[in-house]
């Protein structure tokens, strides 16, 4: 903590936190050298992510190599704000107060996207859509080398468009909906990781922030930011990224994932016909996993129905 900081280094606690906040303001400027979070728009770098996904499963994920990342919301915790007319917007439905913050990842949990922009009570797909990422994924703009349709993984809490992908709700789902939903599931799980490692890796996150709400945005971007590149140093990484530029797939155009919708009057939410579009799009993923004759183990099944 900063009490053991200050006590080690014999300094005032102020002290300590006027030196987080110098170090703070120097990554934040020097944010293009250590690596900008920035999700990316050329279709090299999407299809990039998508052969990561694809390499993280071993090839036996149907789907993973159009995961252009997953997206997921983490409460991260803050001190009452004081005497701010809107302070119960920042309670949480977890009953503490916290601020919002929507991050894309791939798949080996380096950030793609990170917000901190709404408070605690609004809704991740709330959050999400004021984002201008999201407004490309109701487009279903993103695509690979070949031209082939690459999207999101998320959960329940965001809206099916065509360039989001979330799981089939309900129980006894068919076994090629359970499939796909056990596909997106692995993929998934990255960006529940990455998160997971960010909190684990900077402890203030554990406990709320002793921080002027304000400029929580800049501190959690810069921990995001300092995350990516500690990840980059892992061994896994670096024997994919040598991998890749050595002995590059070569990408091919699938049919069914080259469809094109035209949709006029995007906003920063969900409208009823994106939806209607975006049932569709899954129905085609769904049958692509079938076409690859993906299933679920016999021994996931088993352990789902007890």
């Not at 990422?133 to 695509?143: N, P, W, Y």
């Not at 979330?166 to 359970?178: I, K, Q």
């Not at 203030?204 to 590149?229: A, M, Q, S, W």
């Amino acid at each position: 903590t900063t009490i053991d900081i200050a006590h080690h280094h014999g300094v005032y606690r102020d002290h300590v936190y006027n030196v987080i906040w110098e170090v703070v303001d120097v990554i934040f400027d020097h944010q293009d050298e250590l690596g900008r979070i920035h999700f990316p728009e050329d279709t090299e770098s999407l299809s990039k992510i998508g052969r990561g996904f694809d390499y993280r499963r071993n090839g036996d994920n149907p789907i993973a190599r159009f995961c252009a990342g997953c997206v997921d919301g983490l409460a991260v915790k803050v001190l009452l704000p004081g005497s701010r007319d809107d302070s119960l917007a920042y309670k949480c439905r977890k009953g503490f107060y916290s601020v919002n913050v929507q991050a894309v990842c791939d798949a080996f949990r380096r950030f793609l996207h990170l917000s901190c922009n709404t408070p605690g009570s609004v809704h991740d797909s709330l959050a999400f859509g004021r984002e201008e990422i999201f407004v490309r994924l109701c487009k279903g703009e993103l695509r690979d080398a070949a031209g082939n349709r690459m999207y999101i993984f998320g959960d329940e809490a965001y809206p099916l468009v065509p360039g989001l992908m979330t799981p089939v709700s309900g129980r006894n789902l068919a076994p090629t909906e359970d499939a796909y939903c056990m596909a997106l599931s692995e993929c998934r799980a990255s960006i529940e990781c990455a998160f997971g490692m960010l909190v684990r890796r900077w402890q203030l996150l554990c406990r709320p922030l002793e921080v002027d709400i304000t400029r929580v945005p800049k501190l959690v971007y810069c921990l995001g930011i300092l995350h990516n590149f500690l990840v980059s140093e892992l061994p896994v990484v670096q024997e994919f990224e040598a991998a890749d530029d050595s002995d590059r797939a070569v990408e091919e155009a699938i049919d069914e994932m080259m469809d094109v919708f035209s949709i006029e009057g995007i906003e920063h939410f969900a409208t009823k016909d994106q939806l209607k579009q975006g049932k569709e799009v899954r129905e085609k993923v769904i049958d692509h996993v079938r076409r690859n004759c993906f299933v679920r183990p016999s021994y996931r099944r088993q352990r789902k129905v007890q």
